[in-house]
T-cell receptor, first 118, second 112 residues
Framework: AQKITQTQPGMFVQEKEAVTLDCTYDTSDPSYGLFWYKQPSSGEMIFLIYQGSYDQQNATEGRYSLNFQKARKSANLVISASQLGDSAMYFCAMREGRTQGGSEKLVFGKGTKLTVNP | EAQVTQNPRYLITVTGKKLTVTCSQNMNHEYMSWYRQDPGLGLRQIYYSMNVEVTDKGDVPEGYKVSRKEKRNFPLILESPSPNQTSLYFC???????????FGPGTRLTVT
């Protein structure tokens, strides 16, 4: 079974509008972390935002925020005021494992291609 | 400048010819990983290392070897490459568990 599911292969948004990219995850481990990465056409992987399973508040980083709904096992990325430069692939990822002696195994979703239209 | 470097960036080789892709980080990170990225599959972890001489398999370790003899270096070895290992490979490092992973620029490997 997939551990990270991104159901939107492609998304379109108008410049200056907000967009939500969906991510659901599956784990029985109470300690986990969720990441979002951006991959522009140039190919590099850019870290955007992180949410820990025990974090009380939703993570925010500038125009990026993470809508973390633990009971629903979802960690959607919200990009506010979209810019043309936001056009890229976006990957959701999860790290499982307990802090003490745990692994650093990161599992990625298949990604969502976001296109920002002028 | 804090960074993860990979070499080579592009490589075309033939089936069965052993190759090594190097990865080095200058941030004194404990954890390092290798991923491969294939269209429609996202990134899949090949191997990771929690410290010097400590490595473990990721999701797709078959056909690959790694070693971590120094903290800064984590080379990926393909002893007998096959065409199904044609892919884009990323090395990544992170200071501690739960922190973001810093990715290298990627190595595009083609095995004919």
């Amino acid at each position: 079974a997939q551990k990270i599911t991104q159901t939107q292969p492609g998304m379109f948004v108008q410049e200056k509008e907000a967009v939500t990219l969906d991510c659901t995850y599956d784990t029985s481990d109470p300690s986990y972390g969720l990441f979002w990465y951006k991959q522009p056409s140039s190919g590099e992987m850019i870290f955007l935002i992180y949410q820990g399973s025990y974090d009380q508040q939703n993570a925010t980083e500038g125009r990026y925020s993470l809508n973390f709904q633990k009971a629903r096992k979802s960690a959607n990325l919200v990009i506010s005021a979209s810019q043309l430069g936001d056009s890229a692939m976006y990957f959701c990822a999860m790290r499982e494992g307990r802090t003490q002696g745990g692994s650093e195994k990161l599992v990625f979703g298949k990604g969502t291609k976001l296109t920002v239209n002028p | 400048e804090a960074q993860v470097t990979q070499n080579p960036r592009y490589l075309i080789t033939v089936t069965g010819k052993k190759l090594t892709v190097t990865c080095s980080q200058n941030m004194n990170h404990e954890y390092m990983s290798w991923y491969r990225q294939d269209p429609g599959l996202g990134l899949r972890q090949i191997y990771y290392s929690m410290n010097v001489e400590v490595t473990d398999k990721g999701d797709v370790p078959e056909g690959y070897k790694v070693s971590r003899k120094e903290k800064r270096n984590f080379p990926l070895i393909l002893e007998s490459p096959s065409p199904n290992q044609t892919s884009l490979y990323f090395c990544a490092s992170t200071l501690r568990r739960g922190y973001e992973q810093y990715f290298g620029p990627g190595t595009r490997l083609t095995v004919t």
